[in-house]
């Protein structure tokens, strides 16, 4: 058995979607046979293939679509740094404040 890494294979979108296509064309296949023949993990495999579903509008319900996840992120990231910026103003105030005071 070889060593496994923590490091994560990264797969092209086009890749994800091709491998997707090949699942939802193949109803007489299971995943993971598919993914073996792939070389991804079963797992993975199910992972985009649910993900296409939401993104399709056949998932659970609360279920985020690709799109939302990316937006989500990027509003995480955003929130982030204007806490960040609030952060420096807050403290820049401060300092003007003592300097006046004095």
Request: charged share 35%; glycine share 6%; proline share 2%.
């Amino acid at each position: 058995m070889g060593i496994k890494s923590n490091m994560a294979k990264r797969y092209t979108a086009e890749f994800k979607r091709d491998a997707v296509a090949l699942v939802r064309s193949s109803p007489h296949r299971n995943v993971t046979e598919i993914a073996r023949e792939l070389g991804v993990s079963a797992e993975g495999l199910r992972s985009w293939v649910k993900q296409d579903k939401t993104d399709r509008g056949e998932g659970r319900p609360g279920e985020l679509t690709s799109a939302e996840r990316e937006e989500l992120t990027r509003l995480r990231r955003q929130t982030v740094e204007q806490q960040k910026t609030i952060e420096i103003l807050r403290k820049a105030a401060a300092c003007f404040a003592t300097e006046t005071t004095r």
